[in-house]
């Protein structure tokens, strides 16, 4: 399988069979600028509805859209409800947290999380060979809440998301607060990495990949 970083929370993830699913499709907007997604798929995850997550309309190829638990094209989705604050959705509603597996490997995109898990969430959520994690703070968990939920989740993988770039001006941090201190870190010249089941690393390794938007 191919992970492609397009920008934000928006990845492209590529099965061996073709299939392909973009998660949490943005808008670009005047602090978002990435570039407009032209990519086609097959199934496209919506963690929750704002502008940023949601824009599904981009996605080409008349996706099938997953907002919860749902079995599609062979691959089953795990939506697990949580919530896009520390204030139980009060502040900026609910979340969902989307687990899936694909040729072997355990994917879990955590959305706009904004909060620590629960034990019950992190036993819902289970195995995690990689972790698309946000840890731009603001509007998600921070570097240090993120951090947090990596030590819950252990994954194999871990690939940040929704922070600071020089094509987003949101007032989040850049992912260099969550880098800070962390070993087996690789900072790819790339948006795209591919990772199968059989090569997955014995300890976790911190993948930084680059907008390909």
């Known amino acids: 399988m191919k992970v492609k970083w397009l920008g934000h929370a928006t990845f492209v993830i590529t099965l061996d069979t073709g299939t392909k699913i973009i998660t949490d499709p943005y808008t670009p907007a005047e602090k978002l600028n990435y570039?407009?997604?032209?990519?086609?798929a097959d199934i496209v995850t919506v963690s929750h509805d704002h502008f940023d997550h949601s824009n599904v309309a981009s996605v080409q190829g008349n996706p099938e859209v997953v907002r919860g638990t749902a079995e599609i094209k062979g691959?089953?989705?795990?939506?697990?409800?949580?919530?896009?604050?520390?204030a139980q959705g009060e502040q900026r509603g609910s979340n969902t947290i989307f687990c899936f597996e694909v040729d072997g490997v355990k994917v879990c995109h955590l959305g706009d999380l904004g909060h620590q898990l629960t034990d019950k969430q992190v036993a819902e959520i289970g195995k995690v060979d990689i972790l698309l994690v946000p840890v731009g703070g603001f509007y998600t968990i921070d570097a240090t809440v993120a951090s947090k939920v990596c030590d819950q989740l252990k994954p194999k993988v871990i690939i940040p998301m929704h922070f600071k770039t020089n094509k987003c001006a949101l007032p989040i941090s850049g992912a260099g607060?969550?880098?800070?201190?962390?070993?087996?870190?690789?900072?790819?010249?790339?948006?795209?990495?591919?990772?199968?089941?059989?090569?997955?690393?014995?300890?976790?390794?911190?993948?930084?990949?680059?907008p390909a938007l």
């Open 35 to 40: 570039g407009e997604i032209k990519e086609s």
């Open 75 to 86: 691959v089953k989705f795990n939506g697990i409800p949580t919530y896009h604050d520390e």
């Open 177 to 210: 607060e969550f880098l800070h201190g962390k070993k087996d870190i690789s900072r790819l010249e790339a948006s795209e990495v591919e990772i199968r089941a059989g090569e997955l690393p014995a300890n976790t390794k911190i993948i930084v990949l680059k």
